[in-house]
């Protein structure tokens, strides 16, 4: 079975959740934080929004240096913002997934950060690590911060709590 055939659905389910989720966010909440610690739903959100994007880079190169990124943030100022942020990202980092083939997917790509490599792996190891369970891990701290909120939390892998909401 090609790569493509395991990778693909489960990076649009993922996707679809997490856009699922995004949409609950009220303008007015963005600049809401739980603690001085946490960042704010408009910076979460963004950064959510992005990750898809990630997914172009780990295939169009073989490496990362965490010192040539630019690490300049943009905070949201809409939720229809980060959604369109979002999607564009989104549909990109899938139409570049679809056209690869499994020797791309096997190829390996390296993390390095101050001048050592932190680790290499086949770029669908990558891609499915640095995207994807990174998106799933901050769609829980936005379920969190959601529910601290008051809104009600989406079933996502099956029924919740607040499933009747």
């Given at each position: ?111 390095r950060k101050e001048g050592r490599n ?8 990558v891609i499915r690590t640095m995207v ?30 607040d499933d009747s909401a």
């Amino acid at each position: 079975m090609p790569l493509n055939d395991a990778l693909l659905p489960e990076y649009d389910r993922e996707m679809a959740l997490t856009r699922r989720v995004m949409e609950q966010i009220a303008d007015t909440d963005l600049t809401w934080r739980p603690d001085e610690k946490s960042c704010t739903i408009g910076r979460l959100a963004n950064h959510m929004a992005d990750l898809p994007a990630w997914s172009l880079a780990i295939l169009e190169h073989s490496s990362f240096d965490l010192e040539s990124f630019p690490h300049g943030r943009t905070d949201a100022t809409s939720c229809a913002a980060v959604l369109e942020l979002f999607d564009r990202n989104a549909a990109a980092a899938r139409a570049a997934l679809a056209m690869r083939t499994d020797g791309e997917y096997l190829a390996r790509w390296t993390f390095r950060k101050e001048g050592r490599n932190v680790f290499s792996l086949p770029k669908a190891a990558v891609i499915r690590t640095m995207v994807m369970n990174h998106m799933i891990h901050h769609r829980g701290e936005l379920t969190v911060y959601l529910r601290l909120l008051g809104v009600p939390v989406l079933a996502l892998y099956g029924p919740g709590e607040d499933d009747s909401a």
